[in-house]
Protein backbone atom coordinates (compact mmCIF):
# COMPACT_ATOMS: atom_id res chain seq x y z
CA UNK A 1 0.00 0.00 0.00
CA UNK A 2 2.68 2.48 0.92
CA UNK A 3 4.63 1.62 -2.67
CA UNK A 4 1.32 2.27 -4.39
CA UNK A 5 0.88 5.55 -2.53
CA UNK A 6 4.53 6.75 -2.89
CA UNK A 7 3.97 5.98 -7.29
CA UNK A 8 0.45 8.10 -6.85
CA UNK A 9 2.17 11.11 -5.17
CA UNK A 10 5.01 11.03 -7.35
CA UNK A 11 3.00 10.57 -10.82
CA UNK A 12 0.31 13.89 -8.90
CA UNK A 13 4.39 16.00 -8.24
CA UNK A 14 4.80 15.37 -11.89
CA UNK A 15 1.94 16.93 -12.74
CA UNK A 16 1.88 19.87 -10.51
CA UNK A 17 5.70 20.59 -11.57
CA UNK A 18 5.30 20.39 -15.60
CA UNK A 19 1.48 21.35 -15.08
CA UNK A 20 0.66 18.53 -17.51
CA UNK A 21 1.50 14.60 -17.74
CA UNK A 22 4.76 13.12 -19.61
CA UNK A 23 4.53 11.92 -22.39
CA UNK A 24 6.02 8.74 -20.57
CA UNK A 25 6.79 8.32 -17.18
CA UNK A 26 8.52 5.36 -16.24
CA UNK A 27 10.38 3.95 -12.90
CA UNK A 28 14.28 2.46 -12.82
CA UNK A 29 13.90 -1.22 -11.57
CA UNK A 30 17.58 -1.87 -11.86
CA UNK A 31 16.74 -4.62 -13.09
CA UNK A 32 20.26 -6.22 -14.18
CA UNK A 33 21.97 -4.60 -11.28
CA UNK A 34 24.33 -2.93 -13.17
CA UNK A 35 23.85 1.31 -12.74
CA UNK A 36 24.12 1.17 -16.85
CA UNK A 37 21.67 4.29 -17.90
CA UNK A 38 21.98 3.24 -21.10
CA UNK A 39 20.57 -0.21 -20.46
CA UNK A 40 16.73 -0.95 -21.33
CA UNK A 41 16.46 -3.45 -19.09
CA UNK A 42 16.91 -1.49 -16.25
CA UNK A 43 13.64 -0.11 -17.10
CA UNK A 44 9.92 -0.52 -16.21
CA UNK A 45 9.39 0.04 -20.28
CA UNK A 46 12.51 -2.23 -20.96
CA UNK A 47 13.56 0.87 -23.23
CA UNK A 48 16.26 3.65 -22.60
CA UNK A 49 15.02 7.07 -21.58
CA UNK A 50 14.12 9.55 -24.40
CA UNK A 51 14.04 13.44 -24.04
CA UNK A 52 10.37 12.65 -23.31
CA UNK A 53 10.55 10.32 -20.64
CA UNK A 54 10.21 11.19 -17.11
CA UNK A 55 12.26 9.01 -14.93
CA UNK A 56 11.52 8.05 -11.27
CA UNK A 57 13.82 6.17 -8.90
CA UNK A 58 13.64 5.00 -5.58
CA UNK A 59 15.38 2.19 -3.12
CA UNK A 60 11.94 0.16 -2.43
CA UNK A 61 10.43 -2.93 -3.81
CA UNK A 62 9.82 -0.96 -6.96
CA UNK A 63 13.77 0.22 -7.87
CA UNK A 64 17.09 -0.45 -7.12
CA UNK A 65 20.32 1.86 -6.88
CA UNK A 66 22.23 3.47 -7.44
CA UNK A 67 22.39 4.64 -10.90
CA UNK A 68 26.12 5.66 -12.56
CA UNK A 69 27.11 7.70 -15.73
CA UNK A 70 30.76 8.12 -16.82
CA UNK A 71 30.30 8.60 -20.36
CA UNK A 72 27.64 9.54 -23.06
CA UNK A 73 24.71 11.49 -23.82
CA UNK A 74 21.54 10.84 -21.65
CA UNK A 75 18.30 12.03 -22.21
CA UNK A 76 14.92 12.63 -20.02
CA UNK A 77 12.55 15.12 -19.38
CA UNK A 78 12.28 15.20 -16.01
CA UNK A 79 14.43 12.81 -13.17
CA UNK A 80 13.23 12.60 -9.72
CA UNK A 81 13.93 10.53 -6.67
CA UNK A 82 12.14 9.18 -3.55
CA UNK A 83 12.61 6.51 -1.20
CA UNK A 84 11.33 5.01 1.54
CA UNK A 85 11.99 5.25 5.38
CA UNK A 86 15.63 5.01 6.70
CA UNK A 87 16.94 4.85 2.91
CA UNK A 88 19.39 6.64 0.50
CA UNK A 89 18.94 6.46 -3.32
CA UNK A 90 22.15 8.11 -5.34
CA UNK A 91 23.47 8.62 -8.51
CA UNK A 92 26.27 9.55 -10.05
CA UNK A 93 27.52 11.39 -12.98
CA UNK A 94 31.46 11.13 -13.48
CA UNK A 95 31.48 11.69 -17.05
CA UNK A 96 29.51 12.67 -20.50
CA UNK A 97 26.27 14.03 -19.71
CA UNK A 98 22.34 14.06 -18.95
CA UNK A 99 20.02 16.63 -20.46
CA UNK A 100 16.12 17.30 -19.92
CA UNK A 101 13.39 19.50 -20.97
CA UNK A 102 11.97 19.74 -17.57
CA UNK A 103 13.29 19.20 -14.18
CA UNK A 104 15.97 17.69 -11.97
CA UNK A 105 14.62 16.87 -8.55
CA UNK A 106 16.39 15.16 -5.43
CA UNK A 107 14.17 14.90 -2.20
CA UNK A 108 13.04 12.35 0.30
CA UNK A 109 9.50 10.29 -0.03
CA UNK A 110 9.33 9.28 3.64
CA UNK A 111 10.16 11.06 6.96
CA UNK A 112 13.36 9.64 7.24
CA UNK A 113 15.10 8.90 3.82
CA UNK A 114 17.43 11.21 1.65
CA UNK A 115 18.63 10.98 -2.00
CA UNK A 116 21.76 12.41 -3.24
CA UNK A 117 22.97 13.03 -6.65
CA UNK A 118 26.85 13.11 -6.73
CA UNK A 119 28.64 15.14 -10.03
CA UNK A 120 32.13 14.17 -10.42
CA UNK A 121 32.60 15.46 -13.84
CA UNK A 122 30.75 16.42 -16.95
CA UNK A 123 27.62 18.16 -17.15
CA UNK A 124 23.99 17.99 -16.19
CA UNK A 125 21.37 20.23 -17.65
CA UNK A 126 17.93 21.36 -17.31
CA UNK A 127 15.52 24.13 -17.12
CA UNK A 128 14.80 23.71 -13.33
CA UNK A 129 17.07 21.60 -10.56
CA UNK A 130 15.11 22.05 -7.48
CA UNK A 131 16.80 20.13 -4.59
CA UNK A 132 14.94 18.81 -1.29
CA UNK A 133 11.40 18.23 -2.41
CA UNK A 134 9.45 16.58 0.48
CA UNK A 135 6.07 14.55 -0.06
CA UNK A 136 5.50 14.52 3.55
CA UNK A 137 5.69 17.55 5.79
CA UNK A 138 8.30 17.24 8.67
CA UNK A 139 10.72 15.39 7.10
CA UNK A 140 14.38 14.34 9.48
CA UNK A 141 16.34 14.00 6.27
CA UNK A 142 17.30 15.94 3.28
CA UNK A 143 17.42 15.93 -0.40
CA UNK A 144 21.59 16.57 -1.46
CA UNK A 145 23.07 17.81 -5.00
CA UNK A 146 26.94 16.84 -4.34
CA UNK A 147 29.41 18.95 -6.73
CA UNK A 148 33.02 18.24 -6.66
CA UNK A 149 33.85 18.97 -10.21
CA UNK A 150 31.86 19.37 -13.84
CA UNK A 151 29.03 21.68 -14.52
CA UNK A 152 25.29 21.99 -13.50
CA UNK A 153 23.71 24.18 -16.00
CA UNK A 154 19.68 24.80 -14.41
CA UNK A 155 18.89 26.83 -17.55
CA UNK A 156 15.64 28.27 -15.83
CA UNK A 157 15.87 28.09 -11.51
CA UNK A 158 18.17 26.39 -8.86
CA UNK A 159 15.63 25.79 -6.08
CA UNK A 160 16.45 25.22 -2.71
CA UNK A 161 12.97 26.68 -1.53
CA UNK A 162 10.63 23.81 -0.37
CA UNK A 163 8.38 24.72 2.38
CA UNK A 164 8.57 21.47 5.27
CA UNK A 165 11.62 19.89 3.50
CA UNK A 166 15.39 20.05 3.75
CA UNK A 167 17.87 20.48 0.72
CA UNK A 168 21.55 20.78 0.93
CA UNK A 169 23.58 21.45 -2.05
CA UNK A 170 27.84 21.44 -1.11
CA UNK A 171 29.42 22.90 -4.49
CA UNK A 172 33.20 21.42 -2.97
CA UNK A 173 34.53 22.05 -6.94
CA UNK A 174 32.69 22.32 -10.00
CA UNK A 175 30.97 24.96 -11.85
CA UNK A 176 27.37 25.73 -11.58
CA UNK A 177 24.95 28.21 -14.11
CA UNK A 178 21.77 29.35 -13.24
CA UNK A 179 18.82 31.56 -14.17
CA UNK A 180 17.58 32.32 -10.43
CA UNK A 181 18.22 31.26 -7.53
CA UNK A 182 15.36 30.18 -4.70
CA UNK A 183 16.13 29.81 -1.14
CA UNK A 184 13.83 29.23 2.18
CA UNK A 185 14.60 28.22 5.71
CA UNK A 186 15.88 24.63 6.21
CA UNK A 187 18.28 24.81 3.17
CA UNK A 188 21.77 24.86 2.72
CA UNK A 189 24.32 25.94 0.16
CA UNK A 190 28.40 25.32 0.87
CA UNK A 191 30.72 26.80 -0.94
CA UNK A 192 34.24 25.50 -1.16
CA UNK A 193 36.58 24.87 -4.51
CA UNK A 194 33.33 25.52 -6.78
CA UNK A 195 31.87 28.86 -8.42
CA UNK A 196 28.59 29.82 -9.07
CA UNK A 197 27.47 32.02 -12.03
CA UNK A 198 24.10 34.04 -11.27
CA UNK A 199 21.98 36.21 -14.08
CA UNK A 200 22.03 39.75 -13.71
CA UNK A 201 23.43 42.11 -10.84
CA UNK A 202 22.56 39.98 -7.32
CA UNK A 203 25.03 42.06 -5.86
CA UNK A 204 23.01 45.28 -3.95
CA UNK A 205 22.69 44.65 -0.14
CA UNK A 206 18.96 44.64 -0.27
CA UNK A 207 18.77 41.86 -2.89
CA UNK A 208 18.32 38.15 -1.82
CA UNK A 209 21.13 36.79 -2.73
CA UNK A 210 22.98 38.64 0.28
CA UNK A 211 20.28 38.17 2.45
CA UNK A 212 20.74 34.05 2.56
CA UNK A 213 24.55 34.71 2.70
CA UNK A 214 23.94 37.10 5.92
CA UNK A 215 21.47 34.42 7.14
CA UNK A 216 23.91 31.92 6.53
CA UNK A 217 21.64 30.12 4.12
CA UNK A 218 24.87 30.02 1.84
CA UNK A 219 28.13 29.32 3.64
CA UNK A 220 32.02 29.00 2.66
CA UNK A 221 33.69 26.02 3.71
CA UNK A 222 31.62 24.62 6.26
CA UNK A 223 30.71 28.35 7.83
CA UNK A 224 34.55 28.95 8.32
CA UNK A 225 35.10 30.76 5.06
CA UNK A 226 33.81 34.18 3.66
CA UNK A 227 31.22 34.12 0.66
CA UNK A 228 32.15 36.71 -2.18
CA UNK A 229 29.88 38.05 -4.95
CA UNK A 230 30.76 40.27 -7.56
CA UNK A 231 28.93 41.35 -10.76
CA UNK A 232 30.09 40.83 -14.36
CA UNK A 233 28.62 44.03 -16.86
CA UNK A 234 29.96 42.34 -19.81
CA UNK A 235 28.49 38.90 -19.59
CA UNK A 236 25.28 40.27 -17.06
CA UNK A 237 26.26 37.97 -14.24
CA UNK A 238 26.66 37.78 -10.52
CA UNK A 239 29.64 35.49 -9.78
CA UNK A 240 29.76 33.59 -6.41
CA UNK A 241 32.36 32.08 -4.80
CA UNK A 242 33.74 31.02 -1.35
CA UNK A 243 37.05 31.46 0.33
CA UNK A 244 38.91 30.14 3.60
CA UNK A 245 39.41 31.46 6.58
CA UNK A 246 42.92 33.28 7.24
CA UNK A 247 43.89 30.63 8.99
CA UNK A 248 43.04 27.96 6.93
CA UNK A 249 45.02 30.12 4.01
CA UNK A 250 47.95 29.96 5.95
CA UNK A 251 48.23 26.75 6.42
CA UNK A 252 48.00 26.34 2.75
CA UNK A 253 50.66 28.31 2.51
CA UNK A 254 52.57 26.76 5.09
CA UNK A 255 51.57 23.48 2.96
CA UNK A 256 53.25 25.29 -0.33
CA UNK A 257 56.22 26.58 1.59
CA UNK A 258 57.16 23.27 3.25
CA UNK A 259 56.86 21.48 -0.86
CA UNK A 260 58.92 24.14 -2.34
CA UNK A 261 61.37 23.36 0.40
CA UNK A 262 60.85 19.74 0.15
CA UNK A 263 61.68 20.21 -3.87
CA UNK A 264 64.75 22.31 -3.49
CA UNK A 265 66.13 19.49 -1.32
CA UNK A 266 65.89 16.46 -3.59
Not at 10 to 35: E, H, I, K, P, R
Not at 65 to 85: K, T
Not at 137 to 142: L, P, R, V
Not at 203 to 222: E, H, K, R, S, V
Request: proline share 2%; hydrophobic share 35%; with cysteine.
Amino acid sequence: MQKKLLLMLSCVLVFCLTGSTLAVNVWWYGADDDGDWFNGNNYSNSAVPLSDTGVNWSVSGLSKAPIDISSGAALCSSLWSYNESNTHTTMTISGGSITGTGYLLTGTGSLSGKSTFYLEDGTITFPRVIVGHNIYSGATDKGYLHMTGGTLNATSSLELHKADSLGQLNLYGGTINAGVLYMDTGHLLDITEGVMYLDGDQTDAGDDLQTWITDDWIIAYGGAGTVMSEYNFGSDQTKVWGIPEPATIALLGLGGLVLMRKRKTT
